[in-house]
């Protein structure tokens, strides 16, 4: 017999063992996942560098300086940070906190800012779709879906959101954060400073916190091509005259940039004292490892390597994504075209839902153009798991081999056309 909240974790979905991944040689049945959001166009080159630098010590023998990251680390990461976040007030290593993935502090922020049942985080949609599980699935808080949309990068956006939180008030819902994505899953994009500013603003007069989630921060990627937008760090904005530092938080990490999610590390960004002890509190269930904290320190001290490595990811990223947008064309299929960050695209599949077989309810169509695809071999993520305003919309993860791109992109079309 489980508990209530055991019985229903027990429903959620989870990867588990060997996956039938898709190989144009050794398995070319197997399924082509372009739902994960994983840069292995840098694993060859990050295997190489720890190769060189993994001497095992003793030190990662032992439980060392605690459960929230050794001081090397957050001194090199606090180092790191400071040059290419260019924050107002540099970031000190006591500002820093690590754990074993920016998924573990994303439920550790909901733990510490929402009383369960009665607080809410604010999200817009479509916004990054696990958030759903990383931050209510064990706390029992609820999450406040406010839909504005792809066009979420103007000072505008602050009226949607605002409307979004007195309808929540109206309702006794207790909003205690806003969460943003900066630069954006999945649309792709980064936030200007003028939109920065326009929601530290709407932050301050709600009174609540602005957790900054910007672990694709680096994974911005210039194009020749179009207008390229560049990233800005919401610690870049002077915000001394518009709210108080202990609202403000970031997320970051190691698994996006540098392609390095197998040595589960993110960290919390935080000049509020009281924020980070009860984050630090709780860190001891999700404690990194010596050994991770060991390599990734010697990886972010070694600011050449890092610059060779970011370097390439950009170029290959704008190549491949280039690739992904004339298949894309040449299927006939839309997408959001905007944009210059992460490694995913927003399909607009909304004239291919199969309406007529769903009695015309968008989202059962959705559903029903989802399993086509999964029966295909080819998995991307439907827009109902990002809270997407309108029915039809997937994300594409095109971080892929260029062979792996064009047999995942010929399933999806091929889907698309067979019923």
């Not at 010596?290 to 972010?300: C, E, G, N, P, Y």
Request: proline residues 5%.
């Amino acid at each position: 017999m489980l508990s209530t909240r055991g019985a229903a974790w027990a429903k959620v979905g989870f990867l588990h063992g060997k996956q039938n991944a898709y190989h144009p040689i050794q398995n070319p049945n197997g399924v082509i996942a372009l739902n994960n959001a994983e840069n292995g166009f840098l694993h060859a080159d990050l295997a190489n560098f720890f190769n060189k630098h993994n001497h095992f010590e003793d030190n990662c023998c032992a439980y060392g300086e605690g459960y929230t990251g050794t001081l090397r680390l957050r001194t090199a990461m606090s180092n790191h940070l400071n040059s290419h976040f260019q924050p107002v007030w540099p970031i000190d290593p006591e500002d820093i906190t690590f754990t074993a993935g920016v998924t573990d502090l994303n439920e550790v922020c909901a733990l510490v800012t929402c009383n369960p049942e009665t607080d809410a985080i604010m999200l817009g949609g479509p916004v990054y779709g696990t958030f759903s599980k990383d931050l209510a699935l064990r706390t029992g808080i609820k999450l406040e879906w406010v839909p504005v949309g792809t066009d979420q990068f103007t000072p505008d956006c602050v009226a949607t959101f605002d409307a979004g939180f007195e309808d929540a008030k109206a309702r006794g819902v207790n909003i205690r954060a806003l969460i943003i994505c900066n630069p954006h899953n999945p649309l792709g994009r980064c936030y200007p400073p003028e939109t920065l500013r326009a929601l530290l603003q709407f932050c301050a007069s709600k009174g609540i916190h602005l957790i900054s989630d910007e672990i694709y921060a680096l994974t911005t990627y210039p194009r020749d091509d179009q207008p390229s937008e560049k990233f800005t760090s919401i610690r870049a904005i002077d915000y001394s005259d518009i709210i108080g530092p202990t609202q403000v938080h970031v997320l970051y990490g190691m698994s996006k940039d540098y392609g390095a999610a197998g040595l589960r590390l993110g960290c919390l960004v935080s000049q509020n004292r009281e924020f980070r002890n009860a984050v630090r509190a709780i860190c001891r269930f999700s404690s990194p490892s010596q050994f991770s904290m060991d390599l990734a320190a010697k990886f972010l001290e070694d600011q050449n390597f890092v610059k060779q490595l970011l370097d390439k990811s950009h170029r290959v990223l704008f190549k491949i994504r280039l690739l992904a947008e004339k298949l894309l064309d040449e299927a006939g299929l839309r997408y959001e075209k905007k944009g210059n960050a992460g490694l995913f695209m927003w399909l607009d599949l909304s004239p291919q839902l199969p309406l007529s077989e769903a009695d015309g309810d968008g989202w059962a169509a959705e559903k029903l153009l989802s399993e086509r695809f999964t029966r295909a071999g080819v998995k991307v993520d439907p827009g109902a798991e990002y809270q997407s305003p309108e029915p039809g919309r997937f994300r594409l993860m095109f971080c892929v081999e260029e062979d792996t791109l064009r047999e995942g992109l010929r399933r999806i079309a091929t889907a698309l056309k067979a019923e």
